[in-house]
């Protein structure tokens, strides 16, 4: 039976650069796609009440009451458009942070500094499992460290560190979006 594997995380020194990079290109597209989705929702609410208007002009000859109504239902759909326009922004926005952090992290592989980057990885795991620690370094082509001693294990694996990385800014960037 395989003991559950024992995921530490990187040191904060170590993951710095990373997460400065990651947070900036975050920050940026999160800049970018949210004043887009801003734009796309307002133009949704503007047309939304552009045809709310004419409603209530045309209904309130007949009974202004439900007009009125008509008016706030429309309002309402608006704002939820707006609402859902939002959102979607917002998951597409991950979804290309995610795969833009995903890429850049594979890059490091190209990168001539990536051989001492492996060995700080490699020494980051000794220091946590012990020298006496098995040491597999680019895992399955996924670039990064794994290591192993007894049931326990480290992993850091480039795509495990992005995944990391991602989730220790994801309030930032989510901050951002507001």
Do not use: C, F
């Not at 400065?20 to 929702?41: F, K, Y």
């Not at 996924?142 to 850091?156: P, S």
Request: aromatic share 2%.
């Amino acid at each position: 039976m395989n003991a559950p594997a024992v995921h530490t995380r990187a040191t904060p020194l170590a993951l710095e650069p990373v997460r400065n990079a990651l947070l900036d290109d975050a920050h940026r597209e999160a800049d970018d796609i949210v004043a887009a989705a801003r734009a796309a929702a307002a133009e949704s609410v503007a047309a939304a009440e552009q045809e709310a208007d004419e409603a209530l002009r045309q209904v309130r000859r007949r009974k202004e009451a439900t007009a009125r109504a008509r008016a706030e239902r429309a309002r309402e759909d608006a704002r939820r458009t707006a609402n859902a326009d939002l959102l979607r922004a917002r998951d597409e926005l991950h979804r290309q942070l995610a795969e833009a952090v995903h890429e850049a992290v594979h890059d490091l592989t190209r990168d001539p500094r990536y051989p001492a980057l492996l060995d700080r990885l490699e020494q980051l795991a000794r220091e946590q499992l012990g020298s006496a620690a098995e040491i597999e370094r680019d895992p399955a082509g996924d670039g990064g460290v794994v290591a192993t001693e007894g049931h326990r294990r480290v992993d850091y694996r480039l795509p495990a560190l992005a995944d990391r990385a991602l989730a220790t800014i994801a309030d930032e960037v989510v901050a951002t979006w507001s």
